[in-house]
């Protein structure tokens, strides 16, 4: 079953700092949080750091997996390869919600050189707090599981 409050979080070199950030902000509202690192700058590849995230996720171990690297969106690409895995590159908290509210997403991607400190903590609050509404949306949800055949 999936733990409601637990998350996965992990990033590339591009995105360290911000990642440890998100760490510290989601671990003070209170989620249980497995950050997958990496803990050291050295270059590290955004495909496996996707990848290994979404596999967790798609297991079912978190209720929510946050990726990041420079620009958000090759972590975003890989994390969708995985099926099972509903992954948004977000740089708005509009968007972030909708996400959820709309695409039951399980996965957010966040561009650490795309937005700052302050917006991508708004970002994260605004996709962790929502929920997916279903309803016509889980017919159309249903339609993206089925592309994964
Ligand atoms: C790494 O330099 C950079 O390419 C990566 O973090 C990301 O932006 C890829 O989408």
New binding site residues.
């Given amino acids: 079953m999936t733990a409601t409050r637990r998350l996965v979080l992990t990033s590339?070199?591009?995105?360290i700092e911000l990642r440890r950030a998100i760490y510290d902000h989601v671990t003070t509202l209170g989620w249980d949080v497995d950050d997958l690192g990496p803990m050291t700058p050295e270059s590290t590849p955004?495909p496996e750091r996707g990848a290994e995230a979404a596999r967790l996720v798609a297991a079912g171990q978190y209720r929510s997996g946050i990726v990041l690297?420079?620009?958000?969106?090759?972590?975003m690409m890989a994390a969708n390869k995985v099926k099972g895995v509903r992954c948004g590159v977000c740089m708005d908290t509009f968007s972030a919600r909708m996400i959820r509210q709309h695409n039951d997403a399980n996965m957010l991607s966040l561009?650490a050189?795309v937005v700052g400190l302050g917006l991508a903590l708004d970002i994260v609050d605004a996709f962790l707090s929502a929920e997916f509404e279903g309803g016509r949306h889980a017919t159309r949800v249903d339609m993206i599981r089925a592309l994964e055949g």
Wanted: aromatic share 8%; proline share 0%; with cysteine.
């Fill in positions: 590339d070199h591009a995105a955004y690297c420079g620009t958000g969106q090759g972590i561009g050189r």
